[in-house]
Every structure is written in structure tokens, then in C-alpha cells.
């Protein structure tokens, strides 16, 4: 029997009620023990007056288990606090919102023992559990297009000694969107291997509200630093979708001309570019509502975000292109696709 793989847990969190399922289902798993759990706690502000986050849903694991305060600075800042905590050679990255299913420990160390030298990362299968009786919500759909991430952190295994060689995930990405995929560019380009593994972690549907698909275009502000720093190529490199950025663009500028004919009073011109705003802004929102549940509620949700995500889309894209317009990877140290690190001993791999 070969030796059990070495490996630490780190969660990230804001101190969503989500988190005890999260740990109980870690808890409950059968398998090798994650050598650490380490827990980042990122909510900003000042915590005055808020009870501390307990992780007695750990219950055995606790023993193992560190709870850090992070900076409020993001999901990407707050990885960063917990694997340069962790002393395993491996640390597995999951989500609050994700449940592991019964043998997952024991199948992600299958993974990690099936991990060639070369190999830098092994990432889990994400399910998504979706309503059975109905069509998926714009909101569930948008979920479970986790299910096809490449690299999605929710469940992402990285060596800890890559994480040094190349710096760790760009803090300058604020939300939970491309930090994952703008790491595992740069991990690829040392020459390291990323994989999916067998393990599978479940990804609830949380609840949200009906403007969080407007909310979530604050996304194309990262998307500027994407292309800064990896070129306009970078989709594809990625294997990410490439959105509809373009098609925004024509919609907001339609709308815009219209606005503009109107006040000029060219009535004519302003009929045209209204009319193709008209006719953007519906085929949009008929792309939302057609694979939807199509009920009342949803319909209205859709029609109204589908007139306010376009504009929205633009401005978030304008906004980081100048705000990001300097920027340059970071310095990482170019290292070989090797295990373990000069000075890194205590994260040395067992020898099969």
C-alpha cells in the first residue's frame, strides 16, 4: 500500500452560514485527515460586536484546524493568507459554499498520488445540483456553468511550492472571478501541468437575488486586467467562455445614438438607432428567459437586468482598462516543474 498524500485544506470565507455544511461535510468524509484546515475569515470592517466564527462543525478535524482573520481584501488575498500558513506539500482550495461528498478524502488523495512530478495541480469535478420538475432560474444556470470551469478554485489541489514559485493568486483581483483562471495561466506558462482528478464536490445553487446577474458585471473590470496581462488571447488559453461583451457594446452604443439623434432632433436617425437597441436589448433577454422557468417573476427579473447589464457591462470594462492600464504580471521566481523547493522541507512529498 502506498503512502497517504500529505495535504492541508484551505477555505476561504466571509462567515456565511454555508460554512458549517461545508466543514461538517469535510468532517464527515472518509479517508486520510488533511494534515492542516486552515479557515480565512475575510469579512471586512471592524468585527466589534460579532460573535467568533466557530468551526466545531470540524468536530475530529479540529485538532488540525487554524482560523486566520484575513484583510478583506478578496477571495484571491485571502488563499494567499492560507497556504503561506499551511506546511503540507499539497493544499487543496475549496469554497464555503461547496460540500465534498463521502469518500472525497480518500479520492483526493488518490489524485494527488496519481500527480506526476511535471504535474502542478489537480482540479475536482464540480456537480451542480439542479431543480428537477422546472427549467433552471438565469441565476441557477449561471451556477452551474462551475460544472465546466477549467481550474475553478472551488476545488483546485496546487503543489505549495508552485504557489511560491509563482507567487501565489494576483491579489489585485477583488471578487471571486478569474483569480482562478489567471493563476493557472501562469502556473501552465513555468512549464507546469494542471489536470482533473476523479474526486467530485458538490456546488449548492445558493440564493440571490434578482439583479445579481447585474451585479456579477462588475466581473468585466477583471477581464480588462486578464487581457493586460496575458494578452487577448487569453480565452482561450483558458478554455473560458468569451461572453458578450461585443454585442453590449453595439447595444449601448445603439442606445446612446438614439439618445443623442433624439436631442439633436433628427427624429429619422433616432428611430433607427432606437430601434436597434430595441431589437438587441430583446433578443438578449429572449436568450435569458427561452431556457428559463419563463414564470412571471423571472420574465420581469429578466427583461429589466436585460436594459441594465449592457451599459453596466461597458462601464465595468472601461473602468478596469484605465484602472489596470499599467499593470504587469507578477514577479514570480521562474522555477523547474520540480516537487519541492530549496528551504521547503517541511513540505516535502512522502516517497511513494
Known sequence: MSTPVDYAVVIP??????????LAALARSVGPAP??????????????????????????LRRVATLLSGAGKGPAAARNRGWAAVTAPWVVFLDDDVRVTPAW????????????????GV????????????????????TAGLAGARWATAD???????????????????RAFREDAELALRVMAAGWRLERGGRVTRHPVRPSGAWASLRRQAGNADDALMV???????????????????RHAAVTAAGAAAAVFALARRPLAGAVAGLAWALGTAEFAWARIAPGPRTPQEVAAMVATSVAIPPAAVWHRLRGTVRHRGAQP???????????????????????
Do not use: I, N
Not at 13 to 22: A, E
Open 13 to 22: 470565507t466571509l462567515g456565511r452560514p454555508c460554512l458549517d455544511d461545508c
Open 35 to 60: 494534515r492542516e484546515v486552515v479557515v480565512v475569515h475575510d469579512r471586512p470592517g471592524p468585527r466589534h460586536g460579532r460573535p467568533p466564527l466557530s468551526l466545531e462543525a470540524l468536530g475530529d
Open 105 to 120: 478524502r480518500t479520492e483526493v488523495c488518490r489524485d494527488l498520488q496519481r500527480a506526476a512530478p511535471g504535474t502542478g
Open 123 to 142: 482540479q475536482g469535478v464540480l456537480d451542480v445540483p439542479l431543480p428537477a420538475g422546472r427549467r433552471p432560474t438565469d441565476w441557477e444556470r449561471a
Open 156 to 174: 483546485m489541489a496546487y503543489r505549495t511550492c508552485l504557489l511560491d514559485s509563482v507567487g501565489g493568486f494576483d491579489e489585485r483581483f477583488p
Open 228 to 246: 493586460r496581462l496575458h494578452g487577448r488571447t487569453w480565452w482561450e488559453r483558458a478554455e473560458a467562455p468569451r461572453g458578450r461583451l461585443r
Open 330 to 352: 507578477l514577479p514570480g521566481r521562474s522555477a523547474p516543474p520540480v516537487p519541492v523547493l530549496p528551504g521547503r522541507a517541511a513540505r516535502k512529498e512522502p516517497t511513494p
